[in-house]
């Protein structure tokens, strides 16, 4: 698989990473072929948080979870990019104090079962923390070696270069929602940014959580544009003999700033389809179309 450089961290991991956000309620021997199957595939980013589990089977159950996988065989804590998340006590608020940081990384060690969290995330900005005092948080995981690298997830550029003037070049990736539906992080200045610092963007819902997925059904509160970027992906899909979900997955991998893109799925199969992705080459009359359908206007 396509290798990925996680900013200046020296951590590299293929193109194609999987999520545990829905990581839940599996037996280990399901937990256990998912993230064998991911490594086996050449997703090597693992990304998890301490939250998901949360408002099911419970904060830190997908951590527990991915531990078990790990205490079930070591070794694949050596094939693994590890990343989680902290700093929201769910729904809220967000922390990203000093104390609450490293206590919560410290409680991600211990749910996970690992001396070192590769790749460590704030889920959301905490707009009551001085930077400063984050960046001083980090430093500090870093110097204790219990993180091997700093990122942050769903903050705003302006946040995110804030961050940056007190972390420098410890600040090694960012992780924002972006799909054909979701265009933000096209126009806000975020994959501009990973470019600029040559900082990894880790993608998150690329499928739009399953609402860009093969087979789905629009619902009343989906977009208004669905069906037309439905219509879109399917008109490239046919022309290509792939599937939607492919053209979906490869428009956000086509993107300059080369995304490491989180799969959501917990279907073995669907992981393995997901990787026929990387071999589509849009050509740029088609992905621009897919920008067209989603914004719901031509180009300017
Ligand atoms: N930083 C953040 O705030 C944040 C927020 C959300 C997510 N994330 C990260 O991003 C990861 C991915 O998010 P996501 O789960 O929303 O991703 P996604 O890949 O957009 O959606 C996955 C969903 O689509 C469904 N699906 C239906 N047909 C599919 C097909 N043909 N191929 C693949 N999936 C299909 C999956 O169901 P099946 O399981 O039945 O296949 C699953 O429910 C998460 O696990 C997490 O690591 C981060």
């Known amino acids: 698989m396509r290798q990925v450089g996680i900013g200046t961290s020296g951590l590299r991991a ?36 301490d939250i998901y589990g949360f408002g099911g089977d419970g904060f830190g159950a997908a951590e527990v979870l991915l531990g078990k996988v790990l205490k079930a065989d070591p070794a694949r804590r050596t094939r693994m990019v590890l990343a989680t998340k902290g700093g929201i006590i769910p729904p809220a608020p967000y922390n990203s104090s000093r104390k609450y940081l490293i206590e919560a990384c410290e409680a991600s060690l211990a749910r996970l079962g690992v001396e070192q969290i590769d790749l460590y995330q704030i889920h959301r900005p905490d707009l009551l923390t001085p930077w400063e005092e984050v960046a001083d948080a980090l430093e500090m995981l870093l110097a204790d070696g219990k993180i091997g690298a700093a990122g942050v997830s769903n903050f705003s550029v302006a946040q995110t270069r804030a961050l940056q003037a007190h972390l420098g070049p410890k600040l090694v990736s960012t992780q924002p929602e972006f799909s054909a539906l979701h265009l933000a992080p096209l126009e806000d200045g975020t994959l501009d940014w990973c470019q600029e610092v040559g900082a990894a963007a880790l993608v998150w819902s690329p499928l739009a959580g399953g609402r860009l997925a093969d087979g789905y059904r629009p619902q009343p509160d989906d977009p208004e544009r669905l069906v037309d970027v439905h219509q879109a992906l399917d008109r490239i899909a046919a022309g290509h003999g ?33 990787t026929r992705a990387l071999e589509i080459q849009l050509s740029r009359p088609d992905w621009y179309s897919i920008i067209e359908a989603s914004r719901g206007a031509a180009m300017p």
């Open 14 to 49: 293929g193109a194609l990473g999987f999520g545990c956000w829905r990581f839940l309620g599996h037996e280990l021997s399901h937990a256990e072929n998912l993230v064998e199957t991911a490594l086996d595939l050449g997703m090597t980013l693992i990304d998890t948080a």
């Open 242 to 274: 792939v599937s939607r979900s492919e053209v979906a997955l490869a428009f956000v991998l086509m993107h300059p700033a080369q995304p490491i893109v989180l799969l959501g799925t917990q279907t073995p199969a669907r992981l393995k389809a997901a």
